[in-house]
T-cell receptor
Framework: GQQVMQIPQYQHVQEGEDFTTYCNSS?????IQWYKQRPGGHPVFLIQ?????EVKKQKRLTFQFGEAKKNSSLHITATQTTDVGTYFC?????????FGQGTRLTINP | DVKVTQSSRYLVKRTGEKVFLECVQD?????MFWYRQDPGLGLRLIYF???????EKGDIPEGYSVSREKKERFSLILESASTNQTSMYLC????????????FGPGTRLTVL
């Protein structure tokens, strides 16, 4: 079945530093979604990427979809304590989502 | 706003008990999902449903069953709870097969003793 690898599993940064998480698939993806889960919370949809090479921005967050549609990244510029949480990518397969293992971001204020 | 609610935030049950986890969504979504979330394993799909009375197995259906008698309600059933089913259970819904965004409930943390 569809699988997606997400790295790193954990990332600890100083507040103000940048952060990036990556998702990789061995097969071409139709689209990829990103979710954020705050500590003690539930996953919340951030964005969906569909087109090859697509780049979307949400304030300090930049999402990219690879040219071959096999990988994606989420980059946060100048992290703030509100960015703490686990970031998941998710890919569609047969009417269901397959989630990456997530990258847990912690921030030293 | 879409609202997905789950019947309990925390639940403690004993081994062998039958456990019902309820999920309700208020936006007339066609598709509903049950996941479990465990440290280091991410979210794993147990069952999903794309219509009333329809159900499909996810990646880890063993030990679970589901029921969807009404469009807004999707129930997860543990016929005979075991300690390895101690986990966080998350319900989600999405509008239909075209719109991909999933909306999650707050989760139920189930402990089986």
């Amino acid at each position: 079945g569809q699988q997606v690898m997400q790295i790193p599993q954990y990332q600890h940064v100083q507040e103000g530093e940048d952060f990036t998480t990556y998702c990789n698939s061995s097969t071409t993806l139709s689209n990829i979604q990103w979710y954020k889960q705050r500590p003690g919370g539930h996953p919340v949809f951030l964005i969906q990427l569909v087109k090859s090479g697509e780049v979307k921005k949400q304030k300090r967050l930049t999402f990219q979809f690879g040219e071959a549609k096999k990988n994606s990244s989420l980059h946060i510029t100048a992290t703030q304590t509100t960015d703490v949480g686990t970031y998941f990518c998710a890919v569609e397969g047969a009417q269901k989502l397959v989630f990456g293992q997530g990258t847990r971001l912690t921030i030293n204020p | 706003d879409v609202k997905v609610t789950q019947s309990s935030r925390y639940l403690v049950k004993r081994t062998g008990e039958k456990v019902f986890l309820e999920c309700v969504q208020d936006m007339d979504h066609e598709n509903m999902f049950w996941y479990r979330q465990d440290p280091g394993l991410g979210l794993r799909l147990i069952y999903f449903s794309y219509d009333v009375k329809m159900k499909e197995k996810g990646d880890i259906p063993e030990g679970y069953s589901v029921s969807r008698e009404k469009k807004e309600r999707f129930s997860l059933i543990l016929e005979s709870a075991s300690t390895n089913q101690t986990s966080m259970y998350l319900c989600a819904s999405k509008r239909d097969s075209i719109y991909n965004e999933q909306f999650f409930g707050p989760g139920t943390r189930l402990t089986v003793l």
